[in-house]
């Protein structure tokens, strides 16, 4: 390439360069020469056009600056540029700096991708990017939402609402005070906390996440979901609305308001479609009954089956079932609860605790009148075994028993085939001792009882009485005659190590979700 021609093109550039800047009038019906403070300036009548670059100008009238590269346009105002279409009743546009200001009635169209409404509009091409500032409203085929103010990236189709958001889709109503939607893969970017309430009439608030409004899946923080029926909390939520899955983990929390019953643990999950919930990882049940007291319940998994049948509801608990309440401790294998007959099912070698009574049997159900404990059922091999203030254990032995409760206490145990008791008789004794009476409590002998039937009474916990039905056979053995395998029926074991205590089911404390107050809202 030669130096003339190569100079030639140099010169070019800027001439080049300088053309793409200024804006140039393509036809008007009208043109006359006016003047405003100082300044010169074309008025237009009829079918004004302007263009610059791949920018289109047009509009029923205009001044146009030439010196200064601007325009004011009214009166049916339409831009078009590449993909974006704009209408207006009013237009300022600075062709240096390529801004357009649009006033009125603006639609600012997206194609093909969505709409926005507004009365006040700016739009900075260079950005390539529409911000409004005095309420404003997004359309695509699947969502609506409003907000004081807001921008839209037009390159990648991002539209970020500020203040007073409500978003509208034929699912849910959305309203939040910060919050981002791609108009193109319609995901939504939750900034800041929003409330969501759906067709279902389910309430649910999150801090911050992203929701899929085509394939209906959310990826969310900090949350809580609310129905009529239930609450759910955590820290994650992944959402399927098409399956009706919802997984949920760190922090977690299910609560039944019609049982007064909260689930908590580090993951879990609902199956909307099944009627499920599976807790699991640190896993434990609170249920408030209706004195105020609390029954508590761990296990490895614990699984909420919901049905509209009442008698196929039920709570199950499977593997390392430790349950606590002030009046009664206890563990087994696995446990279920059904919420028609308000009756626990202890499998797998359960061991139940009150007061200084130790109950066992093959299987055990526990039945709860007013959410409190009104009888034990044991069933094969039953076992109730209590210490005496010696340290001697009092035990009572059958096929079947049924331990009855009154005022969170023992009152009596009834026992069905094959009884035998092994009862410590104690006596007060007064004894000298540095010249004062001390009364110390003697073991006076030991009963032995085998009887088909009986009945044991309590009192404050402790046996007070045992009647004996059906050919009873009983032996007293004096405290020098008791031997020691005499002591003990067949079967019997102590398992008080084994007995949990209330930080042994409770795993640990849940802080309350977070919602946004008035004050918070008004600040942003």
């Known amino acids: 390439m030669s130096r003339i021609a190569l100079f030639s093109i140099l010169l070019l550039v800027p001439v080049f360069a300088f053309s793409q800047k200024k804006v140039k009038l393509n036809h008007a019906d009208s043109l006359k020469g006016s003047m405003r ?13 302007f263009v610059q670059n791949t920018t289109n100008i047009f509009c029923d009238s205009a001044y146009f600056f030439r010196s200064e590269n601007r325009l004011e346009a009214f009166g049916h105002v339409h831009i078009i540029d590449d993909s974006v279409d704009i209408t207006s009743l009013r237009l300022e546009y600075d062709g240096t700096k390529k801004i357009a200001y649009l006033r009125k009635n603006v639609v600012f169209e997206k194609l093909k991708i969505a709409r926005l409404y507004t009365d006040f509009l700016d739009y900075y091409r260079i950005k390539n990017e529409a911000r409004y500032f005095n309420g404003g409203k997004l359309i695509d085929t699947t969502n609506t939402l409003t907000s004081k103010k807001g921008y839209y990236d037009v390159k990648t189709n991002l539209a970020s609402f500020k203040k007073e958001v409500v978003g509208v889709n034929p ?225 009572i032995k059958g096929r079947k028993m049924t331990t009855y409760f009154e005022n969170k206490k023992i009152h009596h145990v009834v026992v069905m085939g094959n009884g035998e008791t092994i009862y410590h008789v104690l006596e007060e004794k007064d004894i000298k001792k540095d010249s004062l009476l001390i009364k110390i409590t003697i073991l006076a002998g030991m009963n032995k009882t085998i009887c088909s039937n009986m009945r044991i009474d309590f009192k404050a916990g402790k046996v007070n009485s045992i009647n004996f039905y059906v050919k009873p056979d009983a032996s007293f053995f004096p405290p020098k005659e008791i031997k020691e395998k005499d002591r003990k029926l067949k079967g019997f074991t102590w398992r008080g190590t084994e007995r949990p205590k209330k930080k042994d089911v409770v795993k640990r404390g849940l802080p309350e979700a977070k919602k946004p107050d008035a004050t918070t809202v008004q600040n942003k």
């Open 171 to 395: 699912d849910y109503t959305l309203t939040s005070d910060t919050l981002q939607y791609n108009s193109k893969t319609r995901l939504v970017y939750f900034r800041d906390f929003t409330t969501l309430k759906d067709k279902d009439g389910k309430t649910a608030y999150y801090q911050n996440g992203v929701y899929d409004t085509r394939k209906k899946f959310s990826s969310l923080n900090n949350g809580e979901m609310e129905s009529p029926s239930y609450r759910i909390k955590g820290d994650n939520y992944f959402i399927d609305d098409v399956k009706k899955m919802y997984k949920v983990n760190g922090h977690v929390a299910m609560t039944s308001k019609a049982e007064n019953l909260t689930i908590f643990g580090d993951d879990g999950f609902y199956d909307k479609g099944k009627g499920i919930s599976k807790v699991f990882g640190n896993a434990y049940m609170a249920k408030v009954a209706d004195d105020g007291d609390t029954l508590f319940l761990s296990a490895d998994t614990l699984v909420s089956i919901e049905n509209k049948d009442p008698k196929k509801k039920r709570l199950l608990a499977y593997h390392s079932v430790k349950i606590f309440k002030n009046d009664m401790q206890g563990i087994a294998d696995s446990l279920v609860y059904q919420s028609a007959d308000s009756t626990l099912y202890f499998f797998h070698d359960p061991v139940l605790w009150s007061d200084e009574n130790q109950m066992t049997a093959d299987s055990i159900h526990m039945l709860l009148k007013n959410k409190n404990i009104s009888r034990i059922y044991m069933v094969s091999n039953s076992f109730v075994v209590s210490i005496d203030s010696l340290k001697d254990y009092n035990q």
């Open 37 to 49: 403070d100082g300044k010169r300036f074309d008025k237009l009548l009829g079918h004004v056009a």
